[in-house]
């Protein structure tokens, strides 16, 4: 059976992935990051996506505690506030975790070689998103030119690729997308903040919220009044 690796957050974005890795067949390979975020909340609920696919027994929780040691981020030092609201177009948000997406496919690429996977899947998006460098399409292929590059796979004609399949999506096309899959959404988070109700009010939640309503759906998530 052919394989791949899914960057699971425990959010809206890669559980999508999730659908569309089980629907394209492939036998679903986890992996979760515990880099000291804020929002660690997310970690059971990835936990519970992987049990929702029957893939607990393939899932890895790797620890990157140093990202949090780094800081520079509002999702990894409590002393920068989680922004409300909109944040200027222009400037790259304060929730940017500096190379986190460039560090988490070195290392999926690291599981899906040992694993045979052909397939590496992340949930980035360059519509409704947050304006990140790491979400970028150009970046993606240049990553996937590295680990062609860089890996055994690679150089023996085997490198996975990387899949994309939310990156020219609206939040409320990702939305419909998993909804038709039966993506569990009542299993994810997207708040910040970190909160067992979510916040409603950080930029996540307000692109999940808008997503949601724009798809004419109701979020299955508890936030706060």
């Keep these: ?9 425990g959010g809206l974005d890669s559980t999508t992935c999730m659908g569309y890795a089980k629907e394209q067949g492939y036998e679903l390979y986890p992996i979760t990051f515990d880099y000291g975020q804020r929002h660690r909340i997310e970690l059971e609920n ?22 949090k040691e780094f800081g520079g981020s509002a999702l990894t030092d409590e002393s920068i506030a989680v922004p409300e609201g909109a944040e200027a177009e222009d400037e790259i948000p304060v929730t940017y975790v500096p190379a986190r997406n460039l560090l988490f496919l070195s290392i999926a690429a690291s599981y899906a070689e040992v694993n045979g996977a052909e397939a590496l899947y992340i949930g980035v998006n360059a519509m409704d998103y947050s304006g990140y460098p790491d ?13 062609a590059l860089g890996t055994k796979a690679g150089v023996e004609g085997k490198s996975m690729s990387i899949e994309t399949p939310l990156l020219l ?13 039966e993506v569990p959404y ?12 979510a916040c409603r009010t950080c930029d996540s939640c307000r ?19």
């Design 169 to 181: 999506l609206t939040k409320a096309d990702i939305i419909r997308e998993g909804t038709r899959m």
């Design 46 to 67: 990835a936990r519970k996506v992987a049990a929702f696919y029957g893939a607990e027994g393939r899932h890895k929780v790797v620890q990157l505690g140093f990202l």
């Design 135 to 147: 979400c970028r399409p150009e970046f993606i292929s240049k990553v996937e030119e590295v680990i």
């Design 1 to 9: 059976m052919k394989k791949a690796v899914i960057i699971l957050s």
């Design 207 to 225: 692109l999940r919220l808008k997503g949601f309503a724009e798809a004419g759906l109701q979020d299955p998530i508890a936030y706060e009044e």
């Design 186 to 197: 009542e299993l994810t988070t997207s708040c910040y903040n970190g909160k067992a109700e």
